[in-house]
């Protein structure tokens, strides 16, 4: 990933991942003398993490609004694919859909494509890519998933698009949900999670 900053504890299990950019953090706990290696810039506390207003109501939108209207029937393979698990590889291009859940097998690609506009998928249940899925935003445009319950990216999982510009990717969650970024290879996860 790029920089990050955080304003709690720091915590690396595994053994090869990496921050490319600079770690900030407010008053949590990182060990340097343990972890230090793993963060190609600084490293410094007293980090400013601006407050932000709860994205919930936003996702109850976003469920009212795409569970019965949306695009799902411009992919109807894909989408399918990508709820039973099948994705070889996935295709969705700019539009609003709705997914069940999203637990794609491992080795598993979806391309995004927004072409200039915006991909916007409400997610009712949990968004867990498994063991080396690889997803990627192709060309501009942004793509948004509002997800209901989890985020699981399993090992060697990686979200990437070119340039690695977090700000193309985002994940907006409930403020009780959870993001669970397992260990692996050094493959990128570029995306901005919003609770």
């Known amino acids: ?32 003398s343990k972890y230090g290696d793993i963060v190609d810039g600084s490293i410094s506390t007293g980090a400013e993490v ?13 469920r009212a609004n795409l ?19 099948t994705c070889d590889p996935c295709n969705l291009t700019a539009g609003q859909y709705y997914i069940d859940n999203i637990n794609f097998d491992g080795g598993g690609q979806v391309y ?14 949990d968004f867990e890519p498994k063991l080396d899925s690889r997803i990627e935003v192709i060309g501009n445009g942004r793509v948004e998933f509002y ?19 977090a700000k193309q ?11 669970d970024l397992e260990g692996g290879k050094k493959t990128p996860i570029t995306s901005t999670l919003l609770e």
């Open 1 to 32: 990933m790029g920089s990050l900053v955080a304003e709690g504890d720091i915590t690396v299990t595994g053994s090869q991942q990496t921050i490319s950019g600079d770690l900030e953090y407010v008053s949590g706990n990182f060990d340097e």
């Open 50 to 62: 601006p407050e932000t207003s709860s994205v919930a109501g936003l996702i109850d939108n976003k």
């Open 67 to 85: 569970t019965n209207s949306n695009d799902n029937h411009t992919h109807t393979d894909d989408i399918e694919a990508l709820k039973d698990g």
């Open 112 to 125: 995004l494509k927004p072409e200039g506009g915006t991909i916007e998928v409400y997610v009712e249940d």
């Open 147 to 165: 997800v209901e319950d989890e985020v699981t990216l399993d090992d060697n999982t990686s979200i990437s698009n070119e340039g690695d510009d």
């Open 169 to 179: 990717f985002w994940f907006y969650m409930n403020p009780d949900g959870d993001a």
